[in-house]
T-cell receptor, first 115, second 113 residues
Framework: DSGVTQTPKHLITATGQRVTLRCSPR?????VYWYQQSLDQGLQFLIQ???????AKGNILERFSAQQFPDLHSELNLSSLELGDSALYFC??????????????FGPGTRLTVL | GQQLNQSPQSMFIQEGEDVSMNCTSS?????WLWYKQEPGEGPVLLIA?????ELTSNGRLTAQFGITRKDSFLNISASIPSDVGIYFC?????????????FGKGTSLLVTP
């Protein structure tokens, strides 16, 4: 158990819908990272928040957005869902703002299925 | 993100055998990391490498950061059934003011007793 929690564990929805994935970081961690894992693309970095502010952006679509709240939990919002958005979405957290020795701890993931 | 080429894609071995997997990139990375992912769980960090040429061990696992900073390998000695899982390499480089992890596609390891 990494100490990072994600809800829900599974999510099934239809194309065109909007969903929200939630992540609670480990106690004391200030950074939250979101990753998407699909069979064809592998694990892809989406976005990082540090202490409530966006820190780094990766391959995140404009239909996706995220935020980190004052209690440091984070939400990833996915809208206008397409079949290709079906994937595992992981949240990770770290103590600092990111860097060589700032280890990221991964949550168990949310499996999103878009029908 | 930067493309990491990880090989082999899968391995099917007998308990007690040694395993070797590697990762190459066209880009230079500041840090190389190796993760293991088991079904239903997120990746767990096994070994982190911070310097070109560095060789680091963690129990039966040994990993090296290539001299060119564009490659890394992971060896597992005397494999056991609980080594089963998907092993990912990841390279880290600065992305604007943060740091992003670029992952390989993974090596799926199956170990038979």
């Amino acid at each position: 158990d990494s100490g990072v929690t994600q809800t829900p564990k599974h999510l099934i929805t239809a194309t065109g819908q909007r969903v929200t994935l939630r992540c609670s970081p480990r106690s004391g961690d200030l950074s939250v990272y979101w990753y998407q894992q699909s069979l064809d693309q592998g694990l892809q970095f989406l976005i990082q928040y540090y202490n409530g502010e966006e820190r780094a952006k990766g391959n995140i679509l404009e239909r996706f957005s995220a935020q980190q709240f004052p209690d440091l939990h984070s939400e990833l919002n996915l809208s206008s869902l397409e079949l290709g958005d079906s994937a595992l979405y992981f949240c990770a957290s770290s103590v600092g703002s990111g860097g060589a020795i700032d280890e990221q701890f991964f949550g168990p993931g949310t499996r999103l299925t878009v029908l | 993100g930067q493309q990491l080429n990880q090989s082999p894609q899968s391995m099917f071995i007998q308990e007690g055998e040694d395993v070797s997997m590697n990762c190459t990139s066209s880009s230079i990375f500041n840090t190389w990391l190796w993760y293991k992912q088991e079904p239903g769980e997120g990746p767990v960090l096994l070994i982190a490498l911070y310097k070109a040429g560095e060789l680091t061990s963690n129990g039966r696992l040994t990993a090296q950061f290539g001299i060119t900073r564009k490659d890394s390998f992971l060896n597992i000695s005397a494999s056991i059934p609980s080594d089963v899982g998907i092993y990912f390499c990841a390279g880290q480089l600065p992305l604007d003011s943060g740091y992003a992890l670029n992952f390989g596609k993974g090596t799926s390891l199956l170990v038979t007793p």
